[in-house]
Structure formats: structure tokens, C-alpha cells
């Protein structure tokens, strides 16, 4: 499912970690003589404190008083140190409150009080009519689930271990606290036309009562369970006729989190070391059932095929290549801790199920591995690249940072390569490169790596077998044509095989779950390959016995077979070789091509060449243009006049532009037809004629903008906001999430911050400005803000945006990078907005 490549890193780097290594021991040995006085006078103290506690003891003795004595000492010493640890905990806690309130008072909201997940995104709905819903269905869900635990579950229990054969759920009850659902996000524009995707994040605190005897007097039960995860709901395909969806299908995108109270002889499992064991079996259980890429299927007519809703074709493939880190935080410490060292990082990078570590990079706070690792992607959006990365120890690892990726956010992007911000951490950033690619049929398109990566990608949907041979002596026997047929028929029946399958294709091997006790067994499980070289790798298929590992029959599948197939696709059942006579195999084989999609192109604006319009000029030295009309220009700006010594400079013409505002480029901006393909919120479309607020310019109004920008061709970057009301509190809330692709004003980044102003309030008092971001092109700030404006206000109002460089070019030059302005009135502030909005300098031109 996933492959892992790496290139080695440049011998200079070496170099420089040996060097580096080198330094820090120089350090150490110079350090030694007042590191070995320092631990003599730690000794001393110690010496001393030891003497200071037990000459009490042996003066007791000395004089013969009770013992009595020294036990009250030693409570009254306990009390004192508990009591003194209670209020330095306390005092510790209100200065840590003190110095990190906001952080705090999030998390104490997200942890104790649980807020549901609409709360927090805008974009995710409150469902209080599902929950009804839930509660009226709840009695009988616990009737579906008690027939489905002893009539399916129960029977494969006493087949997985002939020492739960008797094993029997004498109870079980799902209580009367059904599960709950927090929040649900609808997608319908990012998904084909034929279907609806739901996101669910469900919390179940449920008082579930199900007992069980193992083996008598054996018992095991559960009582209450906790269980929260998002789960992942599909109505497709959407048809013409009742009940308008075609079929069902849900699953968890991640695994979900899962507490169990035990009683009866499991009340055990409740220890650290067996909890985890077992809760982690349950889970092992679920994510075999209904976690990515396996999913539980309903379909709802004849029509739907069980295979495509169960296993269908993974949205792509992604290319993941770890570069690099920089500025970690150093872990390793030297001399009991009083020389700061450096870290041993490594990298886990994970998607799903599937993971992979990196190589250790000793004693170096800014890491390059380069290595490459590729993952197949079965939902886009909705599956997450995550990234952690932890200093190496002899006794546990230390944690260095995070950072979490959606992959819808690549499909849409196509390639990716920049830094990332590391989370849960005080700095680091990881340099990560992420590549999009399709799975197209066209065997024109295969094309082998020289690099050994995958060019195709192999899915492979199990569904069943017939007529398996018992066990690997019956097979024999067939082949001998039923020799000693009599001495066989004297001998014991021999029971149906526990069977599994077992795929490989060279060194990568998958298998499937167990079919107990049955001659045609049914497995309806899904798996991916990834094809190096489609002419001469073969795909080879092994059904084998569970318990003695015995082969019971064999296929090989070269995959040039399917290049010449309809669709690159086969869909048959196979005769098993080295079996019995009519044992086969059903399965389909799907080969899809790798192929690499280009970036979509960046929205830019592209001047249409206009006519040049009528002037006069009037006795003041002013040039009117009088063929602008009066309906594109308000009242209040019916005139834009330019000196006409001026228009013969294009840096005063410039310069004159950005003091008089972005009139001339709005009014461009309307007549031009590339506005008609931006979203709605984009920048440009809402340059409105009232955009030129003096507000944008701050104390470095009229100063001109620094040559670098001036002569920059291409975008000024993104910035990510949330805008929404809140009712209950009679505010409008602006979050400034992040910033990328920031334009760079020195070698090292840029050190950015944001501006907000709530039109037509300009004064320095309603000035709103996030915290800098020094030496970084994709800053994240996670400010936010709030305005004291009523609703029908607030719709009035524009929200004037602006992102400046905390250290200027020039004294005199102006600090702006780019500049948004948003109207309010576009917008539905209740359900709130939350989108990537294109930085434009007014006065400007920009270069496609």
C-alpha cells in the first residue's frame, strides 16, 4: 500500500553534525572543573541535610525518650510537605493561568466542558434534530445489536480459539444513553454531482450492561464505555426514483478513541499493563470493520454493486518527500542537566493505518533525511498526513512537535513544497514536498522511475472462494487419485479449514482476515500495490490453512495481463493451482497508471489594453476624465484628477496612485473577465470605489512602496480568515488563522504581522494587530478578535484587512505586503465564512 524511497544526504552536512558534535565536547571539557565543584557542593548539602534529619533519631535514643516521639516528628514533617506542595501547586497554577490565559481557558473549554465541533468551525452545523431522532431510535438499535452479537458475533467467538467454545452472552443492553452527534459538516461542491458526503463527529458515553461466560465458571462483561471519533457517512449514488439514494456507506476516517469499564474476571484487563492490550484488540477489531479502507456497505436497490461501494478506487496517489527540519528544540542534556545539548531527532510519518520512520540524525537541531514515502489516498478531503517528530533516547523518546495536513488541501494544490509550523511545541517548522497524482487508464501514460518509484498502483478486491480442499492431505490425495481410498474412509472427519489469503507482489505482502470453518468462504476485503514495473512483476495469490500455515492453493496474476484488458481491469473467478479439482477464487484486479497533474494556474489579473480616454485639461493643471461615467463612479469621487506633469512619471504616477487609493484598478477590475471566474470573497471583486480609506496607510501614508515590491511579478500571498457573528454575545469575530506563500523581504522570510480595521472606524483606538511572526513566509497567527456591533450593523460595515512587514525596507518606505477588503453585506455572518482571501497592493499592476 505504500512504498519508501531515500536519498542520501550531501557529505558537507555530514560534515558540518561532526563538526557541530565536536563543539559540544570542546564545550564539556571546558566546563568540567566547575561542573565536578558544583557536584561537590551538592554533595556537601546532601551530606549535611542527611545529617540534619537523623541526629534528631539518634538523640532521641541517646536520652531514652519514646519512639512515640520520632512518629510524630516524621507526621508533622509529612503534613508540612504536603501541605507546602498544595500551595506551591496553587500558586504555580494562577501564575501559569496568569501567563498563559488564553491558552489555558482553550483548553480547559475543549477538555473539561467538551465543546461540540460546531462551536468551533463555522462550517460545521449544530444537529439537535438528529440527536432527537436518535434518542426515540435508541430501544431498538439495542434490539439490532443484541440479535447481532448472538447470532454473528457469538458463533465466530467459539470458532477463533477451541477454547471459547462455550463462550455465550448471557446479557446485553445497550443502556438508555444513546450516541450523540456534535456537529456535522455537509460537503456538496467538492464531490461528484451523484453524491453526498456527510462528516459526523459522534460522542458516546453510553451506560452499555453485556455479560458473558467464557467458560463456567468463567464470566467477562462490559459496563459503560466511552467512544468519540468522526465518522464519515456516503449516500451515493443519488437516482431518480425511491428512496433517491442507491445505497449507504459509512466508516471512520482515523481510529476513533475507546474507553472500557471491565467487570466480572475481566475487571483485571483494567490494569495499565492489560487495559491497553485489550482496548487496543477491540480497536484492532473496529478498524478491520469500518476504519479507511475498510467501510461497512448498505445498498438500497438491486442495481448497486456491493464490490464498488465497499472497496471503490482510491481518489490518488500523494508523494511524500520529508526534506528537512529547522530550528528544533534541543531535548539532550549534559552534566545533570546544566549543559543544553542538542537532539537526535527522527521523523514518523503517518497516514491511516500505514507509517513509516525515518533515519536518526545524531546531535542536530535543523535535520535533513530526505527521504520519500507514498501513500494511497481513499478520501480527499478528510484523510490527514501526519507528521511527529521526537528526539531518540535510551529510555523514551522526547516529543519535538507535530503537524497535521489535510490531503484535500493537496489535491486542490496539486504539489506543495514549503515549511511547515511545527504544533504543541515552543518553534520548529518541518520542509515537506507533497505530490498529487491521478490514477488514469491510458497505458500510454506508464512511464517507469529511475528514482524506484511506483509508476502504477494495483487494487485488488477479495471476494470469495468454492470448493477448498480441507487441509493440505486431502490435496495430496487428489493427486494420487484416491489411493487407500479405504484405509481414508476409516479415518475421522476431518473438520472444514479456517482459511486466509495471502497477496504478495516481490517483497510487499498483505493478508486478509480468516474465514472459520467453511469450504467456501467469503472474505469481501480490499488491497493496494503499488507497481514498480508492470512487464515483469506479477501479482501471486496464496490461500492458506490459519493454523498450520499450509498452502491450499495458489495463483499467479502477471500484471501485463491487465495492460491489454478493458478498463486495465479483471473481474473472474480464477482456477487455483495446486489445489483441489474445482476449487477456484473470485476477485478483481484493477491497474490504474500514476500520472503527475500540473498546479492549477494562480488567479491573476490580466489588463485588457483600453482605450485611452478623452482629457482636458482645466485652469488649475488638473487632467479630468470625463469618459468615465457617472454611474461607476459615486458622488463622491466624480473626478479623479492627476497633474499632467505628474503622468509623465511612472514612479510619481505610482506614487500618486497609492495616495489617492485603487479607484482607477477597481474600476479595471469590474470591465475585466477574469474577475467573472474568482470566488465570490476574492479580494479583487471587492475593491469597491470606497477602498481607498486612509485607513490602509497608517503613518506611512504617501510613502512610497520599496523597489523590491514595485518590480515584484506574481502573487503577494494568501491570508486564511474566519469571519461569523455571534448572537449570544452581539460581536462580530474575525479569526486571522494563517498567512502563506508570503512575499519574502529578506533572505530569511519576512517578519509579518496583521491589521484589521472595521470601516469606517479608522482611529488608532479601533486599530486591531496580531503578534509578529518574525523570519517565516507562512506565519500562523490564531488571533482572534472581536468587534461590539450589532448584527444589522455589521452587514453594513467592510472589514479592511492588511498585511505589513514589521521591519521596513527604509525608513520611508511603506511597510504594506498586501491588503484585503472584505464587505460584509456578501456575506451570511450567522453561518460565518472561513476561506483563503488573495493579498493586491491598490495602485499596483500585477504581472501574470
Not at 609 to 638: D, E, R
Request: glycine share 6%; hydrophobic share 35%; net charge neutral.
Amino acid at each position: 500500500m505504500a512504498s519508501a524511497g531515500q536519498m542520501h544526504p550531501s557529505g558537507p552536512a555530514e560534515g558540518a553534525g561532526l563538526g557541530e558534535s565536536l563543539s559540544i565536547h570542546g564545550s564539556t571539557e571546558k566546563l568540567s572543573t566547575s561542573a565536578v565543584n558544583r557536584i561537590l557542593m551538592e554533595f556537601l548539602v546532601y551530606f549535611g541535610r542527611a545529617v540534619f534529619v537523623f541526629y534528631p533519631v539518634y538523640l532521641t535514643g541517646y536520652l531514652g525518650l519514646s519512639i512515640s516521639w520520632v512518629l510524630l516528628c516524621m507526621v508533622m514533617i509529612t503534613w508540612w510537605k504536603k501541605n507546602r506542595q498544595w500551595k506551591d501547586a496553587r500558586i504555580g497554577t494562577a501564575i501559569d493561568f496568569v501567563d498563559n490565559e488564553t491558552h489555558v481557558i482553550n483548553k480547559e473549554l475543549h477538555n473539561t466542558l467538551q465543546m461540540a465541533s460546531w462551536v468551533n468551525f463555522p462550517d460545521v452545523e449544530k444537529v439537535d434534530w438528529v440527536n432527537k431522532v436518535l434518542v426515540q431510535a435508541w430501544p431498538f438499535f439495542g434490539m439490532f445489536m443484541e440479535k447481532l452479537l448472538k447470532e454473528n458475533i457469538q458463533p465466530v467467538v467459539r470458532l477463533s480459539n477451541p477454547a471459547l467454545k462455550m463462550f455465550t452472552f448471557t446479557k446485553v443492553h445497550f443502556g438508555h444513553i444513546p450516541v450523540k452527534i456534535t456537529g456535522m459538516k455537509v460537503y456538496t461542491h467538492e464531490v461528484d454531482q451523484k453524491e453526498v458526503i456527510l462528516d459526523m463527529n459522534i460522542s458516546y458515553e453510553g451506560d452499555v450492561d453485556i455479560d458473558a461466560e467464557v467458560k463456567p465458571p468463567i464470566t467477562a462483561g462490559i459496563k459503560g464505555l466511552k467512544l468519540k471519533g468522526m465518522i464519515r457517512v456516503i449516500l451515493e449514488p443519488l437516482i431518480g426514483q425511491v428512496p433517491l439514494v442507491g445505497g449507504v456507506t459509512f466508516f471512520f476516517i482515523r481510529r476513533p478513541t475507546l474507553e472500557i469499564n471491565w467487570t466480572g474476571m475481566t475487571n483485571l484487563l483494567d490494569s495499565p499493563a492489560f487495559s491497553s492490550l485489550s482496548e487496543d484488540t477491540i480497536m484492532d477489531i473496529i478498524a478491520s470493520l469500518m476504519v479507511l479502507p475498510n467501510r461497512m456497505c448498505f445498498p438500497l436497490i438491486d442495481q448497486v454493486k456491493v464490490d464498488q461501494m465497499r472497496f471503490p478506487l482510491p481518489r490518488g496517489v500523494v508523494r511524500v518527500h520529508l526534506i528537512e527540519a529547522r530550528d528544533l528544540v534541543a531535548k539532550d542534556t549534559y552534566m545533570m542537566g546544566m549543559v543544553k545539548g542538542k537532539s537526535d531527532p527522527y521523523a514518523i510519518v503517518r497516514v491511516g493505518n500505514r507509517h513509516f520512520k525515518s533515519k536518526t540524525i545524531k546531535e542536530n537541531l535543523n535535520p535533513k533525511w530526505n527521504e520519500v514515502h507514498e501513500f494511497v489516498i481513499h478520501e480527499a478531503p478528510g484523510q490527514e498526513l501526519e507528521v511527529e517528530l521526537y528526539d531518540e533516547d535510551t529510555d523514551k523518546d522526547d516529543f519535538l512537535g507535530r503537524y497535521h495536513l489535510d490531503f484535500g488541501e493537496v489535491k486542490r494544490e496539486k504539489e506543495m513544497d514549503q515549511w511547515f509550523p511545527l504544533k504543541d511545541i515552543q518553534k520548529g517548522e518541518v520542509h515537506l514536498k507533497l505530490q498529487w497524482f491521478s490514477l488514469k487508464t491510458d497505458p500510454s501514460l506508464l512511464s517507469e522511475s529511475t528514482d524506484g518509484f511506483a509508476c502504477a498502483m494495483l487494487a485488488v478486491y477479495l471476494d470469495n472462494a468454492s470448493n477448498l480442499p480441507k487441509n493440505h492431505s486431502e490435496i495430496t490425495e487428489n493427486q494420487k487419485h484416491q489411493k487407500h481410498a479405504k484405509e481414508v474412509r476409516l479415518t475421522r472427519k476431518t473438520p472444514n479449514p479456517n482459511s486466509f489469503v495471502e497477496f504478495s507482489i516481490d517483497n510487499e505482502v498483505q493478508k486478509s482476515k480468516v474465514a472459520y470453518a467453511s469450504k467456501d468462504p467469503v472474505w469481501e476485503e480490499g488491497f493496494t500495490f503499488f507497481v514498480h514495473n508492470v512487464k515483469t512483476q506479477q501479482l501471486t495469490v496464496q490461500v492458506k490453512e490459519h493454523e498450520k500455515k499450509t498452502q491450499l492453493g495458489i495463483l499467479r496474476l502477471p500484471l501485463s495481463r491487465l495492460l491489454n484488458t478493458s478498463n486495465m481491469t479483471l473481474d473472474q473467478r480464477f482456477q487455483l493451482e495446486r489445489s483441489g479439482a474445482n476449487s477456484q477464487i473470485k476477485l478483481k484486479a484493477t491497474l490504474r497508471v500514476l500520472a503527475v497533474e500540473k498546479p492549477p494556474p494562480k488567479v491573476t489579473l490580466n489588463h485588457p489594453p483600453q482605450a485611452k480616454p478623452q482629457t482636458s485639461q482645466g485652469s488649475n493643471g488638473y487632467v479630468t476624465t470625463p469618459a468615465l461615467s457617472s454611474n461607476n463612479i459615486p458622488h463622491t469621487q466624480a473626478s479623479s484628477p492627476i497633474r499632467a506633469g505628474d503622468s509623465q512619471n511612472g514612479s510619481n504616477e505610482d506614487h500618486l496612485a497609492h495616495r489617492r487609493g485603487s479607484f482607477l484598478a477597481s474600476e479595471t477590475l469590474r470591465s475585466s473577465p477574469a474577475t467573472a471566474n474568482m470566488r465570490r470573497y476574492d479580494s479583487h471583486s471587492l475593491l469597491s470605489e470606497n477602498s481607498i480609506a486612509s485607513s490602509r496607510f497608517d503613518l506611512s501614508e504617501g510613502a512610497p512602496y520599496p523597489a523590491a515590491i514595485r518590480n515584484h511579478q506574481g502573487s503577494f500571498g494568501e491570508i486564511h480568515l474566519t469571519v461569523r457573528y455571534t448572537s449570544l454575545r452581539n460581536k462580530l469575530i474575525v479569526l486571522v488563522d494563517a498567512c502563506r506563500n508570503l512575499f519574502r523581504c529578506s533572505d530569511n522570510g519576512t517578519d509579518s504581522y496583521v491589521r484589521l480595521y472595521l470601516l469606517p472606524d479608522q482611529t488608532w483606538r479601533h486599530r486591531k494587530k496580531t503578534h509578529v511572526k518574525k523570519r517565516t513566509i507562512n506565519p500562523v497567527f490564531n488571533d482572534n478578535f472581536e468587534f461590539d456591533v450589532s448584527l444589522q450593523e455589521a452587514q453594513t460595515r467592510k472589514l479592511d484587512v492588511a498585511v505589513k512587514n514589521n521591519r521596513m525596507f527604509h525608513t520611508r518606505e511603506r511597510k504594506d505586503i498586501g491588503m484585503v477588503l472584505i464587505d460584509l453585506s456578501q456575506m451570511d455572518l450567522t453561518k460565518g465564512t472561513t476561506d483563503w482571501y488573495e493579498l493586491t497592493l491598490p495602485g499596483l499592476k500585477k504581472y501574470s
